[in-house]
Each structure stands twice: as structure tokens, then as C-alpha cells.
């Protein structure tokens, strides 16, 4: 029997990644990575998921033996393969990506939110593996989440659980991508973080950042406050252990409404390492509900990096049921 061929896709706003994996093989034997149309029609964001899949597919496949798993931002509906809306991408609201991919393919399809499919991947092969209840959240341009509860993908009666970087922080806060104020993402984001501190850099605040932020203040960015906290600058660790302890809040939370295992972070944001995890576990240990929460809890970063929405894909394709009514029939 030939082993079945699953390609996983990552539909970004700036990128298109798509991999190709031969049975339960985690290293893909194809890859490719293309430019996201920026254009206020689907026709073109379309066809670039195609040419993706195109890319990375042999032409000798055996259709019928083939799985797709696309990953996309924004609220999606993995019962009906729509993706209703994306931050900033209006051609992607009411986008029927499953119909349109059963078109060209005699395949099965998958579509997911790309922050559930990367907490598929972790908890699948990365950091999540041997824990059968993980929160995940990927903290970076923006913040995604993704929650397995009991071994299976939590996603609600619509498919549209687990946006955890949606959840309101402070009702009188910043406004989010998604036009809400004082979402988790509007306050522990790159961008967030960066915009906080220029915010303090013009309130008089003193750092190594000073002169950059005097020259230009928009080249004070998230990859800049974490070179200077890793350096050293006392500001830029400030900062940092400032957005530590507002997730560490943000986590305790979680454990009374999930109580995992395991809190797994990822996402760009983490490149800052110990700098981030130490004041976030000892905030969770400070605002948990109960000492319980905490007993078989570990709090860490991912593990896959970049491949977790990929692999998060594999995993799907090769079992279908951690995403619940996502049967393509």
C-alpha cells in the first residue's frame, strides 16, 4: 500500500509556504516559499495557494491518496473551509478556500486557523509531546493561540475557539488590528511592544535606544528592544519584564479555564528566551487561582520555530480527528 502524501500550506499575509511530507516523515521531501498577493480580489490569493501546492506536488501523484492542510490568520471555519475574515486582508472575508482547492484537486482538504495548526504541531512533535491538555500561543506581528483540551483541538460550536490574543486585557487599552481596544495582541504584540517603548522613550525614559529613537522613532522595533535587553539596557529589560508579568496575568487566567499541562510559547517575541519565560512563570506562580494549577504545570517555549503551522498540517492530514468535523466528505 503506497504511503499517503500529505502537503501542508501556510497562507501568511506577506507569505506562502507549502511543504510536501511522504507518510509520517516529518522532513518534508519538497519545499517552496512564494510572495502573498497583496490585492483586494481573492482570484490571486487563490492562485498562489495553487501554484504553491503546484510547486511541491509530483506529477506522477496519485491524487486520491493526497491530503491538503492549509493554515491561514483570522477566524476561520474548518467546518465549511471558509476563511471568514483576516486582520488588514479584506479579500480574504468569506474566502471559500476548501471548495475552490476541491476544485482543482480530487484531494482531501483541510482548513485551519494557523495558530491551531501550529499547536497541532507542538504538541504533536515539538514541545507538547506526552501532554494531552497545552495552551499555545505564538507571540509576534500579532498574537494567535491555539488550545488541545483532552488530546483533541479545541475549537468551539463554529470552529472559531482558541483566539486567545483576542481576549480583552484592558477595555480602555490600545486598539487592536481587529479594531477592538485592549486586546491581548494590542498590548504583548511586537508591535505593541515596540509602540510602548517609543511611548516612553518620548515621555524622557533613558536608554541605549535614545539616540535610535531620536534619529527615527519608527526604527525602534520588538528585534531592536530584545538586541538591547539581551546587551544589557536596563530599559529595553524593563520593558521586557513588563510584558512578562501582563502575560504571566493573561496565563494564570488559562489555568482556571483550561487548566494544562503545558503553556507553550512561540513566535518571534520569544527570541528574547529566558528574558520573557522568567518573569512570565514567576507571574503565573503569583496570580494562579490555587497552588494546584501549578503542580504538574510547565511553562516553555516551542520548539519548531517557523515549521510548527507545517508540521501542524502533517499532523492533521495524517489524523484528522484532532480537528473535530473538519472531514472533508
Known sequence: MARPNSIAVDLGGTHIRAALFLGQDTTPVRHTRGLTPHT???????????????????????????????????????FR??????????????????????????????????????????????????????????????IGGGVISGGRLLLGSRGLGGELGHVTIDPRGPRCGCGRRGHLEALASGPAIAREARARLAAGASSSLSRLYRSDPLTVTAERIADAARQGDAFSQTLVADTGALLARFIADCLAVFSPQRVILGGGVM????????????????????????????????????????????ALCLNPALQPGSVVV
Not at 487563490?46 to 501554484?51: F, G, Q
Open 40 to 78: 483586494p480580489d481573492q482570484a490571486p490569493i487563490l492562485e498562489a495557494v495553487a501554484l504553491a501546492i503546484q510547486d511541491v506536488l509530483p506529477p506522477d501523484t496519485d491524487l486520491a491518496n493526497l491530503s491538503i492542510a492549509v493554515g491561514t490568520p483570522g477566524p476561520v471555519d474548518p
Open 271 to 314: 527570541g528574547l528566551g529566558e528574558l520573557l519565560l522568567a518573569p512570565i512563570r514567576e507571574g503565573v506562580a503569583n496570580h494562579a487561582m490555587a497552588a494546584v494549577y501549578l503542580e504538574q504545570l510547565t511553562i516553555c517555549a516551542a520548539q519548531l520555530g517557523d515549521d510548527a503551522g507545517l508540521l501542524g498540517g502533517l
Open 81 to 142: 473551509g471558509v476563511v471568514l475574515s483576516a486582520p488588514n486582508i479584506p479579500a480574504w472575508r468569506d474566502l471559500p478556500l476548501r471548495d475552490w482547492l476541491l476544485s482543482r484537486y480530487a484531494a482531501t482538504v483541510y482548513i485551519a486557523n494557523d495558530a491551531n495548526l501550529a499547536a497541532l504541531g507542538e504538541w504533536t512533535y515539538g514541545a507538547g509531546q506526552g501532554a494531552a491538555d497545552i495552551v499555545y500561543l505564538t507571540l509576534g506581528t500579532g
